[in-house]
């Protein structure tokens, strides 16, 4: 990866990732609302998708994706410092799933804290990680996106209930002596912020579709070459192309625009659904164990959702 004028930073040591057992597929719902495979798949790409049992939280589903991470990292938990969780369906706001999942993790005193940029929030915490590496504020970091979106959801609307699912994954980010995560490249657009929203405690997630698919579609192409330019790679030179697993829609047509002509494209909302933070996280851990990308090779990740908030960048795959 080349960026200028930076000298060293931050790169992703390991991922990992959890999923709850409980696999709904389209034919299940079918059974509970007026929709049916072939409707669900031709309008979001989904096939099936894992929903967490009621006594599972987003904490628990973080310390198990957290824990794996940090196994494969081969750190222990006394050489982490600062552990970020993404996460925007908390069940109550304190505390925070940060310090929860440390403790749980054995990590001593680390600093803590969440990131809510909904379905972007994983690469803002990304970037948060690498800079922090990056300025000698931390050593190591636990990155976690996790997301119970099952306990939001009116399982009678089909326009979110076929969409969005529950899991968790992480990343631990460390020092490196060449950069491996490049410049992330964020942004908002506060005047969409009431297409997806959820307006108070005893309300479900809303989401306008179109309007979401028009902005996705148009809006997040530059944004991902931008962060390709920022990393000094050409998107020739991608071996995957990682965004949020919003819509297969969604990610095909930003995967054509840029031009990732040789990268693998990870479509994991086929078998997990849309998981927020969780997605890209859970999206390559998998696309890992699969053998499907290999080490050392550049992924472009890109996350979008809620807000509406962006955030993408380069990384060099553990």
Not at 26 to 54: F, Y
Not at 221 to 226: D, G, H, M, S
């Given at each position: 990866?080349r960026i200028?004028d930076i000298?060293?930073g931050?790169r992703?040591?390991a991922?990992?990732?959890?999923?709850p057992?409980n696999?709904?597929?389209?034919?299940d719902?079918?059974?509970t609302m007026?929709?049916?495979?072939?409707w669900i798949q031709?309008r979001?790409g989904?096939k099936?998708?894992?929903v967490?049992?009621?006594?599972e939280?987003?904490e628990?589903?973080?310390?198990?994706?957290g824990?794996?991470?940090?196994?494969?990292?081969g750190?222990?938990?006394?050489e982490?410092d600062?552990?970020?969780v993404?996460t925007?369906?908390?069940?109550?706001?304190?505390?925070?799933?940060?310090?929860?999942v440390?403790?749980r993790l054995?990590?001593?005193?680390?600093?803590?804290f969440?990131?809510?940029?909904a379905?972007?929030?994983?690469?803002?915490?990304?970037g948060t990680?690498?800079a922090a590496?990056?300025a000698g504020s931390?050593?190591n970091?636990l990155?976690?996106?996790?997301?119970?979106?099952s306990?939001?959801?009116?399982?009678?609307?089909?326009?979110?209930?076929?969409i969005?699912?529950?899991g968790a994954?992480?990343?631990?980010?460390?020092?490196?002596?060449?950069?491996?995560?490049?410049?992330?490249?964020?942004?908002?657009a506060g005047?969409k912020?009431?297409a997806?929203?959820?307006?108070?405690?005893?309300d479900?997630?809303?989401?306008?579709?179109q309007?979401?698919?028009r902005?996705?579609?148009?809006?997040?192409?530059?944004?991902?070459?931008?962060?390709?330019?920022?990393?000094g790679?050409?998107?020739?030179?991608l071996a995957?192309?990682?965004?949020?697993q919003?819509?297969?829609?969604i990610?095909e047509?930003i995967?054509?625009k840029i031009?990732a002509?040789?990268a693998?494209?990870?479509?994991?909302?086929?078998?997990?659904?849309?998981?927020s933070a969780?997605?890209?996280?859970?999206a390559?851990?998998?696309m890992?164990?699969?053998g499907e990308?290999?080490?050392g090779?550049?992924?472009?990740v890109l996350?979008?959702?809620a807000?509406?908030?962006?955030?993408g960048?380069v990384?060099e795959?553990p």
């Amino acid at each position: 990866m080349r960026i200028p004028d930076i000298a060293g930073g931050g790169r992703v040591l390991a991922f990992g990732h959890y999923q709850p057992p409980n696999v709904v597929t389209n034919d299940d719902l079918a059974k509970t609302m007026d929709t049916n495979d072939e409707w669900i798949q031709s309008r979001v790409g989904i096939k099936e998708r894992r929903v967490a049992p009621a006594e599972e939280s987003v904490e628990d589903m973080a310390t198990i994706a957290g824990g794996k991470a940090l196994a494969a990292s081969g750190l222990s938990p006394d050489e982490v410092d600062l552990v970020i969780v993404a996460t925007c369906t908390l069940e109550s706001q304190i505390p925070n799933a940060s310090a929860v999942v440390a403790h749980r993790l054995g990590i001593q005193s680390p600093g803590a804290f969440d990131v809510n940029a909904a379905c972007a929030g994983f690469c803002y915490a990304l970037g948060t990680a690498s800079a922090a590496v990056r300025a000698g504020s931390a050593r190591n970091v636990l990155v976690i996106g996790s997301e119970k979106l099952s306990q939001w959801l009116d399982w009678t609307d089909r326009s979110t209930a076929v969409i969005f699912a529950d899991g968790a994954g992480a990343a631990v980010v460390g020092p490196s002596e060449t950069p491996g995560i490049g410049p992330v490249v964020w942004g908002s657009a506060g005047d969409k912020s009431e297409a997806i929203a959820i307006k108070d405690r005893h309300d479900y997630l809303r989401q306008e579709g179109q309007t979401v698919f028009r902005w996705a579609t148009t809006a997040l192409a530059p944004v991902a070459l931008e962060a390709c330019a920022r990393a000094g790679v050409d998107p020739s030179e991608l071996a995957a192309f990682v965004p949020h697993q919003a819509n297969l829609r969604i990610i095909e047509a930003i995967a054509r625009k840029i031009g990732a002509d040789n990268a693998v494209i990870a479509r994991d909302i086929v078998t997990a659904g849309n998981t927020s933070a969780a997605s890209i996280p859970l999206a390559l851990s998998r696309m890992l164990e699969r053998g499907e990308v290999g080490s050392g090779g550049l992924a472009l990740v890109l996350g979008f959702g809620a807000g509406l908030t962006y955030a993408g960048q380069v990384i060099e795959i553990p």
